[in-house]
């Protein structure tokens, strides 16, 4: 065994000299080299993680959204039927020019009612459409690890605005 040993040029204090080497080399590496590399994958998970938790917060926040939207636009609409009702039972009681009156008037209401539905609807998905292309943008600013010019900011919220739009 000694001979083959000779032959391959293998001695004890080489190898052992050499298994040290090795061993300073790994704890330099494990020290200087995958600790940082590893601490940035995991800052990278946090960092998706929150995207993603954002993400359904947003969602959330748009169901909410549209759910008090739904809500005064059944509101107005039950406001403004009650409003009909009314004046068709006080234009019963009026002659018929009063009744004209009546009728017209209601026609008005109802017209302000879904004017001011839609002007509170369309402010309503304004703000939600700004809030949501900020949210966005931080977003991807944290996702990315870019800081957004002002003219990536509007081109992003452009596109998200063209996509959330109901």
């Known amino acids: 065994m000694g001979e083959l040993l000779d032959t391959f040029g293998f001695t004890m204090g080489k190898f052992f000299s050499q298994v040290i080497i090795i061993l300073i080399v790994y704890g330099i590496l494990k020290k200087f080299a995958f ?3 590893l601490a940035m994958l995991e800052e990278r998970r946090k960092r998706i993680a929150d995207g993603e938790a954002n993400l359904e917060k947003i969602r959330e926040q748009m169901e ?3 759910s008090n939207v739904q809500q005064m636009l059944d509101k107005a609409n039950a406001d403004a039927n009650r409003l009909i009702s009314e004046a068709k039972e006080s234009a019963e009681s009026v002659r018929e020019q ?3 009156d009546a009728i017209s008037e209601a026609g008005q209401i109802i017209a302000k009612a879904n004017e001011a539905a ?5 402010q309503l998905m304004t703000e939600l459409k700004r809030d949501f292309g900020r949210l966005v943008i931080d977003t991807t600013g944290k996702v990315t690890g870019k800081v957004l010019d002002d003219k990536d ?3 992003i919220n452009q596109e998200t605005a063209g996509q959330v739009a109901l």
């Open 35 to 37: 600790g940082p590399v």
């Open 153 to 155: 900011q509007e081109r």
């Open 98 to 100: 009063k009744t004209q």
């Open 64 to 66: 909410q959204a549209e």
């Open 118 to 122: 839609k002007l509170e609807h369309e």
